[in-house]
């Protein structure tokens, strides 16, 4: 339910459309990119203010880009595959020209030079950049508010999260402001808002979008991604931003093009769910007992496979050992944290919220001994990932241990009965998966009895990225749980 009342809500017939069909009204004439913008800038000016999605605007320059865009089309010149389709990118992001704060008052005026390399692809294929998405403050924590910009609310019920880092797109995408944006991923940042918001959010393979100079090459915790309404649009983004790129040494090789498959531009060309038949699925809510679970999520994920199973996969509950997974994630983030932003607490602590401190300075008294320990720890996790994913195709997984909970809380401080030490603590069910390097979606799942989206989380084998979206895919073909749209 939603428990504020707007007023009257923008809606047209391009509210509900697919990133892929808007996308095609205008290459094909149908639709001028002047008329996309002003129809996406009317959406955020009806519903924003409940929301609090979008909070940098650039409609001038907008205007600009499409007739740029109009005007080349006029012209009869190659058309990028998101030509003149309207995007608010995550705030956090480098954008040429366009202030990204991350949610700080240290950064208020904050105006990147270059356009992060997920960005640049965008831009490249055609997107018309019109502003920015809401993010917690330094992206910390999968709850999305901070003191510059205030809190996202979520579509589906205006008192609940939309979740975090990448909150503010996720609730834009479920709102119907766009069908499709861009975010990143360190410890369920496009998962978990995917699972709060009724849609789809990819992280994927390390290198697959890759880690390019001048960031630091050689990270491989956090992944830059993607949210949309359905999974086919997450695969036409994927095709425009990934593939190698100049001062990225673990990029993946294959070009994005690998993304370019018939049955993501054509689903209805086969029986749904039928890719699912003959799979080899390992299965578990609770992640083999390391995590709680709330019995409202875990009903739904449930549920889940036995959609799987019903379709003809092979699910059991046979899963990697994943007990190192913990020591590896709260490592490695703390080492990322102190990288980014030591100076900054060094500097401005008491202008610093407190959770981004803590893992600041956790990561700086680390010793050798324990970084040493937790690199052995990742190798073994990394041989029981292989070992799991030499006899199995996917891990079908909760996304979310929680459904959206009040979004004036910082986090929950309890599932289920069990005490949550700290403000990752809640977000197991996407760190575990994040420190095996593995691609994993969450997907529209089901709603709880009151009326709150769960999603599933698939994950396959590194490098399986493509095969993990045909398989989410069948999931949502044969649930349809992607089409029930928030009321406003």
């Not at 059991?316 to 703390?334: G, Y």
């Amino acid at each position: 339910m939603t428990t504020s009342s707007p007023g009257p809500v923008y809606e047209s017939e391009l509210t509900w459309l697919s990133t892929r069909e808007l996308a095609a009204r205008i290459a094909t004439g149908k639709l001028s990119a002047r008329e996309a913008l002003a129809d996406h800038l009317a959406r955020i000016d009806s519903v924003d203010p409940t929301i609090n999605a979008i909070v940098t605007r650039d409609d001038e320059r907008a205007y600009e880009r499409a007739d740029r865009a109009d005007a080349w089309y006029a012209r009869g010149e190659r058309l990028g595959p998101l030509h003149g389709v309207p995007l608010t990118h995550k705030e956090s992001t480098d954008t040429a020209g366009l202030r990204t704060t991350r949610g700080s008052p240290l950064l208020v005026d904050n105006v990147p030079t270059r356009d992060a390399l997920i960005i640049a692809r965008l831009r490249a294929a055609g997107v018309v950049t019109t502003g920015k998405s809401n993010v917690p403050e330094f992206t910390a924590g999968s709850h999305t508010f901070n003191p510059v910009f205030g809190t996202t609310v979520n579509p589906y019920d205006t008192t609940k999260s939309a979740a975090g880092s990448s909150g503010g797109a996720a609730a834009a995408i479920a709102a119907g402001i766009q069908a499709s944006g861009d975010g990143s991923d360190m410890g369920g940042s496009l998962r978990t808002p995917g699972s709060f918001t009724n849609i789809v959010g990819l992280r994927p393979s390390n290198g697959r979008i890759p880690h390019a100079l001048p960031a630091d090459p050689w990270t491989w915790l956090a992944q830059p991604g993607f949210l949309a309404r359905t999974v086919a649009d997450v695969a036409l983004l994927m095709a425009a931003a990934s593939g190698p790129a100049a001062g990225a040494p673990l990029a993946i090789q294959e070009p994005g093009s690998v993304f370019d498959r018939p049955e993501f531009s054509d689903p209805g060309g086969h029986e749904p769910g039928s890719r699912l038949a003959g799979l080899r699925v390992g299965f578990s809510t609770d992640l083999g007992g390391l995590i709680p679970v709330e019995r409202v999520v875990e009903e739904v994920v449930d549920a889940a496979a036995e959609t799987f199973a019903a379709a003809g996969a092979r699910v059991d509950d046979v899963l990697p050992d994943l007990t190192d997974a913990d020591e590896v994630f709260r490592v490695d983030r703390a080492l990322d944290f102190a990288r980014d932003y030591r100076e900054i607490v060094r500097n401005h602590r008491d202008r610093v919220k407190n959770a981004v401190v803590w893992n600041t300075e956790l990561g700086l008294s680390l010793t050798v001994d324990e970084i040493l320990a937790a690199e052995e720890a990742r190798v073994r996790l990394l041989a029981s990932t292989e070992d799991f994913f030499s006899h199995h195709d996917l891990l079908v997984l909760t996304t979310s241990q929680v459904a959206p909970f009040d979004a004036s809380l910082e986090y929950p401080r309890q599932i289920d009965g069990t005490p949550m030490r700290d403000y990752l603590e809640w977000m197991r069910a996407a760190t575990i998966i994040s420190a095996t390097g593995c691609p994993a979606v969450s997907v529209p799942a089901g709603f709880t009895p009151g009326g709150l989206p769960v999603g599933v989380q698939i994950v396959a084998a590194p490098g399986r990225d493509v095969e993990l979206l045909l398989a989410a895919q069948a999931f949502e073909e044969l649930t349809g749980h992607h089409a029930r749209r928030p009321t406003f």
